[in-house]
């Protein structure tokens, strides 16, 4: 006759205890909107306690000054925010045609363009853009005795565009790669030739893919334009960010600087709104 064992507790084992909160036992639904309702309620202290302990007139005379700010339109406008816009657009359309020529370089089958793109692409990407700058601005000079010949922007132009030529070629390629390989042989099944496919079918779907990367790209470079003060402008050529600093050592003033803010988000918040309306519209074509 088989003996009937009463198990007891397992001793030996490890003791397991439940937690319990106020908010686990509520439903799911329920404890969402308290836990929502609590982080609202601290964002509400913070902001209090924020608006209360701020020297709100040392604020508004030192970085929201209408009087010191009056004086700067319309030069702010009219050039600092006009050579601004101008620095980016050349310096990303000569970015856009290296970066492109550099992405077929990197998807050539030719083994020593590749070599060529891939050491230009890492090169850029690993100095920072102030060095490159200083060194076409004092280093070519100092070591030819010489400035950089064509125009006056020709240092501008390489100092934005050449770099930003790195970051664009390896988006460019990757939107080359994300056309489906059948598109291209699609288009050497009618006879097409390699490089009439590629300039016909494959760019141009793949700049729709990368357009809101592109706008990005264009975005930071807006903000790096402020570098090229270093590279020497005049009155009539400097940009946003020298305007702000020179109108802040006459004015003694942070509203200068404000306002050469906002002049940036002017451009970059409509590049913003942009890109976020191009990925909506490439993920409902999807």
């Known amino acids: 006759m088989a003996l009937s064992q ?11 205890r439940r937690s319990w909160s106020p908010l686990a036992s509520m439903p799911r639904t329920r404890r969402t909107r308290v836990v929502r309702g609590i982080q609202y309620a601290v964002f509400v202290v913070l902001l209090v ?16 000054n209408l009087d010191k700010a009056r004086p700067l339109f319309p030069e702010v406008l009219t050039t600092a925010l006009k050579n601004t816009l101008i620095y980016t657009a050349m310096g990303f359309a000569f970015g856009l045609v290296l970066g492109l020529v550099l992405a077929l370089m990197r998807l050539s089958q030719v083994a020593p363009y590749r070599w060529l793109a891939n050491i230009y692409i890492e090169f850029f990407r690993g100095i920072p853009l102030l060095l490159w700058l200083f060194f076409l601005g004092y280093g070519v000079p100092t070591a030819t005795g010489r400035q950089l010949p064509f125009s006056p922007y020709s240092a501008i132009v390489l100092g934005l565009g050449m770099p930003a030529a ?18 291209l042989e699609a288009a050497r099944s009618l006879g097409m030739s390699q ?25 930071v470079l807006t903000k790096d334009s402020s570098l090229v003060a270093i590279l020497g402008v005049t009155v009539g050529t400097k940009e946003l960010t020298k305007f702000g600093r020179d109108e802040l050592n006459t004015l003694v003033n942070a509203t200068p600087l404000v306002v050469a803010g906002l002049c940036y988000l002017l451009i970059t918040i409509p590049l913003s ?11 409902r074509a999807r």
Do not use: C, H
Not at 6 to 16: A, H, I, S
Not at 273 to 283: C, D, G, I, S, T
């Open 6 to 16: 009463d198990r007891g507790p397992d001793v030996g084992g490890p003791l397991r």
């Open 49 to 64: 306690a924020v608006v209360l302990t701020v020297d709100w007139p040392t604020i508004r005379e030192g970085y929201f």
């Open 166 to 183: 790195a970051y664009l070629a390896e988006t460019i390629r990757a939107g080359i790669q994300a056309v489906p390989k059948g598109q």
């Open 195 to 219: 490089p009439r496919a590629m300039v016909s079918i494959v760019i141009p779907q793949a700049f729709r893919i990368i357009i809101p990367p592109l706008t990005n790209e264009l975005i």
């Open 273 to 283: 709104l942009l890109v976020r309306r191009l990925e909506a519209r490439n993920a």
